[in-house]
């Protein structure tokens, strides 16, 4: 790959991360940043644990870890891909209680295609155990679909922008 192209790859998984942790996003709202993105299709994200996150146990709920897998995938799947693309499935398994002050999670590719993608995502606490992991599959949306603030992200992407 080119000079020219490699870097519009990373000026795009900056322009990712710099919308996924700005004030307002939903996921910046309820504590998850991106911490790490690269043009290959990984990502790593961490939640920050509060106390509006917790369940009623004390721990971490389970709707807070697979947000934050969904959202590191998801940031994965556009930087590799330069397209947006929405969950159409995803299976977890929480394999124990996740507490502490934050938790991290690192998604891959394990397939990028066409109209699917496969993600698989790793969360993990505080001590480095792992606290649950699972697959995510992703849909491809049509380009006439994206929100408006979308297309400077995808000018970066070398794609064709839809006209306003």
Request: charged share 20%; net charge positive.
């Amino acid at each position: 790959m080119d000079s020219c192209a490699e870097q519009k790859k990373q000026m795009l998984c900056r322009a990712l991360m710099d919308r996924m942790n700005a004030p307002g996003q939903f996921s910046a709202h309820i504590h998850i940043r991106l911490t790490e993105l690269t043009p290959d299709g990984r990502c790593t994200g961490e939640l920050e644990v509060v106390p509006e996150n917790l369940n009623l146990l004390g721990i971490v709920h389970g709707g807070a870890l697979a947000t934050l897998a969904d959202t590191v995938a998801g940031s994965a799947v556009a930087a590799a891909t330069g397209r947006a693309c929405v969950t159409v499935s995803y299976g977890f398994n929480f394999l124990r209680p996740a507490s502490g002050g934050r938790i991290v999670c690192s998604a891959y590719a394990e397939k990028l295609g066409r109209h699917i993608c496969v993600m698989h995502a790793d969360l993990l606490d505080e001590k480095g155990e792992k606290v649950a992991a699972g697959e995510t599959a992703w849909y491809f949306m049509n380009r006439s679909r994206i929100p408006a603030k979308a297309p400077r992200v995808m000018e970066l992407s070398g794609r064709n922008v839809p006209s306003s």
